[in-house]
């Protein structure tokens, strides 16, 4: 999950200035940025360009894939567009920004690896660097990434959320809850664009420590505002698949078998749409949690050595762990409906 504005506003100031000399031009890619901030990424995607600053354009393009998902055609147009040497400089990073965008949702760590190095200066190179160290277990590096406080308010939210999201998945419950909070307030207090999709991830965060603790009531009051506001954007498949994933688990927690099936449902659906194989991974852990929440043993037990499968895959060794923990769990149960209550990802340190 990336921070719309940093994306938006980098596109926007490293392409429109590089062609003053074409006033037509620039007036084209001030168009297509201004779709862009509508949340029009389709339009986007389609709109052809000025053909003399086609490389231009195809940032723009690449910019609206990653913000919708669309991490393959994003790295297509990158991999494809030639901007000339005079100006690279100033689109590099967002050249930079934009592929660690789609290698982190991929799941091509070693890739966002080679491409960012260890310690990236940008803000969003260092928070996509962090959630690469994140899903690969090495918090050393994710936290020292993610100590140093940024001087703009949108980009500190970021570092804030991605923060809060390692303490919850490592059972910090408290510690992550009041990180999260405090990202919230800063996106509620700012002017960003599409503000409501990052707060909506912040209620889906919450939702989480809600989940794990066992609160169910809440943990679903939280997940279904988080769905009502990332729905603001309803191409962006990525995060409503998760946030659908999770609805499936608290729904299934609270003994609710068809809702909890038809968020399983959208949560598949979406998450097919992105083609990302960490994103997959993650739908299916929840589906098997969902599960084994209903009772369901065998049908939990062949979901999650499935999604363990994928994460190894990967390289998610923290996320693989914690479904070996709960196959452990199902191994001790005597009877289906004896599964403990509280998320056993991430339970309170």
């Known amino acids: ?3 719309t504005a940093a994306l938006l506003w980098g596109a926007l100031a490293a392409f429109v200035v590089t062609v003053t000399v074409f006033s037509w031009a620039r007036r084209t890619l001030i168009v297509m940025a201004r779709l862009m901030e509508a949340g029009e990424h389709t339009r986007v995607i389609a709109h052809p360009g000025p053909r003399v600053f086609r490389p231009h354009a195809d940032r723009f393009r690449a910019t609206s894939a990653v913000l919708t998902g669309r ?5 297509r147009l990158l991999d ?3 901007v000339p040497a005079a100006v690279n400089g100033r689109a590099g990073d967002v050249d930079t920004q934009l592929r660690g965008a789609a290698l982190t949702s991929l799941g091509r760590y070693a890739e966002v690896i080679a491409l960012l190095g260890d310690d990236p200066a940008a803000a969003l190179s260092r928070h996509q660097r962090a959630q690469a160290a994140l899903e690969l277990g090495d918090d050393a590096t994710a936290l020292r990434l993610l100590d140093r406080p940024h001087p703009d308010a949108v980009d500190d939210a970021g570092r804030l959320r991605i923060l809060g999201c390692l303490h919850i998945r490592r059972g910090r419950l408290t ?14 207090s700012s002017s960003l664009a599409a503000r409501e999709v990052d707060i909506g991830y ?10 794990a603790r066992g609160d169910v ?8 505002t988080a769905l009502r506001l990332v729905s603001v954007r309803p191409d962006n498949a990525p995060g409503l698949a998760e946030v659908h994933a999770r609805l499936a688990e608290a729904h299934a927690l609270a003994g609710h078998p068809m809702e909890s ?8 659906t979406k998450s097919e749409l992105v083609g990302s194989p960490s994103l997959a991974a993650m739908v299916r852990h929840s589906e098997g949690m969902a599960a084994a929440h209903l009772g369901r043993r065998a049908e939990a037990r062949h979901l999650l050595t499935d999604a363990r499968a994928a994460h190894l895959a990967l390289g998610e060794r923290p996320a693989a762990d914690s479904i070996a923990a709960v196959l452990d769990q199902l191994d001790q149960l005597d009877q289906p409906d004896q599964l403990d209550q509280p998320d056993p990802r991430a339970p309170e340190a």
């Open 202 to 211: 912040c209620h889906h965060h919450l939702g989480e420590v809600a989940l």
């Open 1 to 3: 999950m990336t921070t």
């Open 175 to 188: 510690e992550g809850e009041q990180l999260v909070r405090r990202a919230r307030a800063a996106y509620l």
């Open 80 to 82: 494809g567009s030639r």
């Open 217 to 224: 009531d809440l943990a679903l009051e939280e997940l279904t």
């Open 71 to 75: 991490y393959e055609l994003a790295l």
């Open 261 to 268: 099936g038809h968020h399983v449902a959208e949560s598949r």
